[in-house]
């Protein structure tokens, strides 16, 4: 018989620079490696050569609400280009945690204001990470 499981957003927590962020948006985070870990050559027998990319680089995009308190804090780390530690720990099943010692907010976030709030979404780049 198929099993059911229940995810629930509420199990997430996401820590930039020692504070943690609220205020989320409806797509909270995504996190993708920046190049493929390896790239694929084949021969003209058919021999397949695998190189390994030492990249270390992947990007964490999050969407906050406009109203989120932590706001002002992100734009303020884009503006200075400080390098902050970034925790991203989903306490659910399965047990996932991205971390990394090494994040730079790339930019400030972009705004928009019209009839409705916008989010605001902010790309960090981490220069090493651990996914578990």
Do not use: C
Request: aromatic share 6%.
């Amino acid at each position: 018989m198929p099993k059911t499981t229940t995810y629930d957003p509420m199990d997430l927590s996401v820590s930039v620079g020692g504070v943690f962020l609220t205020g989320f948006s409806e797509d909270l985070v995504e996190w993708e490696k920046d190049e493929d870990s390896n790239t694929f050559k084949v021969g003209a027998q058919g021999d397949v050569l695998v190189t390994k990319v030492n990249n270390p680089l992947a990007t964490l995009k999050i969407t906050l609400l406009a109203t989120s308190p932590q706001v002002a804090y992100m734009d303020k780390l884009a503006v200075t280009g400080q390098v902050v530690d970034v925790s991203v720990i989903y306490n659910g099943t399965p047990k996932e945690t991205i971390t990394s010692t090494a994040g730079v907010v790339k930019k400030p976030a972009a705004r928009k204001y019209g009839n409705e709030a916008d989010d605001r979404e902010y790309e960090i780049q981490l220069t090493n990470h651990e996914i578990l």
